[in-house]
């Protein structure tokens, strides 16, 4: 690619880039949110036209002209935000993607046996709903590994990924590279683009700033060109004494799934103090979506003293009345659950905010203070953005997080549930909301993360758990915690055990 250009109103995403993958090429592709990755690569595969630039693909000039044009080519890509209908099941879905009705013979058979092989385990009747982001990941890798491609690009693709999980898909990924194939691997996980990628291009601002080999340069190092500034390691916080009162207790909560091929949560019980951070590990599809949505109110327990904040018993309360008991949230998916895309950023920041951020003045919006507050979180937390009144899915997935993380923190909140704080977000916003949920916990608010990033929760909690089967281990202090041990919970007992019955609730 040579003099790529692409001009959106108010913004420059993409200003003269130039881009060169080779052959059985592992090849990084890096920069901040908003750095002008998502566009290029949409360019190749078809999503989006460019405004001025030349493609070369095998030695010829090519203008894809849509992703259908891009598969015939043999160019495939697994998208950061998923293409999935969520009332299909996964080999229909997969179907889908198919141009003809040869490609889908025996198709149910095939997906189960590359899924297997590349260790990203798919149930092909499942409907897609009833399934975790993880395993909705599962399928967007799949369905483009059947198509055999020449080139693959991967929008981060290992985010809801345990550790072996992603070993196992770079054993994949290398043996594609191996046999011919070039992949083109956008990451903010910068050790495991040291580990697997022999180039790494780094764009800022829409623009190349550097090419490099990854594996010579540190991460930090790394981080720092891309943000063109110094990264330092948040300061860590004083250790928490036992002291501190209870903010939130779960007392034997039990549930069951909403979803048919969901998990069941079995006598969970754990209790968070205040300035503490307590981290939840687990391979997706063990229950971390109920459990956040026991948490937030979006499922109810069976007993109103299942759930306890700031000692008030809210089993029995939905979500508005345990925002109003000072409880916030911040949902795995952003896009649907955590924001509305089609609303502004102001309207956005109301939807969850309205009552503790008094932003109703006798049953009307004060459209004033939604602005001034939307404002703040852009300001506070960097989001790059055009300002309050930018619809959320004009932001990079990295700067629409951020935007949800502040504006539960901002609402200071006296206890916090996070599910996936950092999915696809860079280094320096990372660190910005590894910072922000530390600041929360220093002035007193329990905080739990559930996510599937161990080195996040290393780095940020002061006890970890491990969800598996819909049961939570025991928390155990992160000094006396490894990565294997805690590794070693989520993947062997993850699978309910034989012969169990379903919970009635």
């Not at 690619?1 to 990084?28: F, S």
């Not at 566009?39 to 259908?68: C, M, R, S």
Request: aromatic share 4%; charged share 20%; glycine share 10%.
């Amino acid at each position: 690619m040579t003099g790529m250009t692409k001009q959106y109103p108010g913004c420059l995403a993409n200003d003269q880039v130039a881009l060169t993958v080779g052959r059985n090429q592992i090849h990084a592709l890096l920069g901040e949110n908003g750095a002008g990755k998502s566009t290029l690569v949409k360019a190749i595969y078809g999503v989006v036209k460019p405004d001025a630039g030349t493609i070369v693909w095998d030695g010829q000039p090519v203008t894809i002209q849509n992703p259908g044009h891009a598969q015939r080519l043999g160019i495939g890509m697994v998208f950061q935000h998923f293409s999935l209908f969520e009332a299909l099941t996964v080999t229909e879905n997969i179907a889908l993607g198919l141009a003809n009705a040869s490609e889908r013979a025996g198709l149910r058979e095939r997906i189960v046996r590359i899924s297997t092989e590349y260790g990203l385990p798919l149930d092909p009747d499942r409907v897609v709903h009833d399934l975790s982001v993880g395993e909705r990941q599962r399928i967007e890798i799949v369905r483009c590994l059947l198509q055999n491609p020449k080139l693959l690009i991967m929008d981060e693709p290992t985010s809801v990924l345990t550790p072996s999980e992603v070993q196992k898909l770079f054993v994949t990924l290398r043996r594609l590279a191996a046999e011919g194939c070039s992949i083109l691997y956008i990451s903010h996980k910068l050790e495991e683009v040291r580990s697997l990628c022999s180039v790494a291009t780094i764009m800022r601002l829409g623009r190349n700033v550097a090419e490099c080999a990854p594996a010579e340069k540190t991460v930090k190092e790394l981080a720092e060109i891309m943000i063109a500034m110094d990264l330092n390691a948040p300061t860590p916080r004083p250790a928490q004494t036992e002291a501190a009162p209870p903010r939130l207790i779960l007392d034997k909560l039990t549930i069951r799934s909403p979803n048919h091929f969901g998990t069941d949560l079995r006598d969970i019980s754990l209790t968070v103090r205040g300035g503490e951070i307590l981290g939840i590990a687990g391979i997706a599809g063990n229950g971390q979506t109920e459990l956040m949505d026991a948490l937030s109110g979006e499922i109810l327990a069976g007993k109103p003293e299942s759930v306890r904040i700031d000692g008030l018993p809210a089993g029995h309360l939905g979500p508005h009345e345990r925002r109003r008991a000072r409880g916030c949230f911040v949902p795995e998916e952003r896009n649907g659950h955590g924001a509305v895309t089609t609303m502004t950023l102001a309207e956005n920041a109301f939807l969850s905010a309205f009552l503790r951020g008094a932003l109703v003045r006798f049953g009307i919006i004060d459209a004033r203070r939604t602005h001034a507050f939307a404002d703040d979180i852009i300001k506070a937390f960097d989001v790059r953005t055009t300002g309050p009144k930018a619809q959320a899915r004009s932001l990079s997935g990295g700067n629409l997080q951020k935007f949800l993380v502040g504006r539960e923190v901002l609402q200071n909140p006296s206890v916090l549930v996070i599910n996936q704080p950092t999915w696809g977000v860079d280094a320096g916003a990372a660190l910005a909301i590894h910072e922000a949920i530390m600041a929360l916990a220093q002035a007193g608010a329990a905080v739990v993360i559930i996510s599937q990033d161990l080195d996040e929760i290393f780095v940020l909690a002061d006890r970890i758990a491990v969800i598996a089967g819909g049961r939570l281990s025991e928390p155990v202090p992160t000094r006396e915690a490894t990565i294997e041990s805690i590794g070693r919970l989520m993947g062997g007992t993850g699978q309910q055990p034989l012969g169990e019955q379903p919970v009635h609730a």
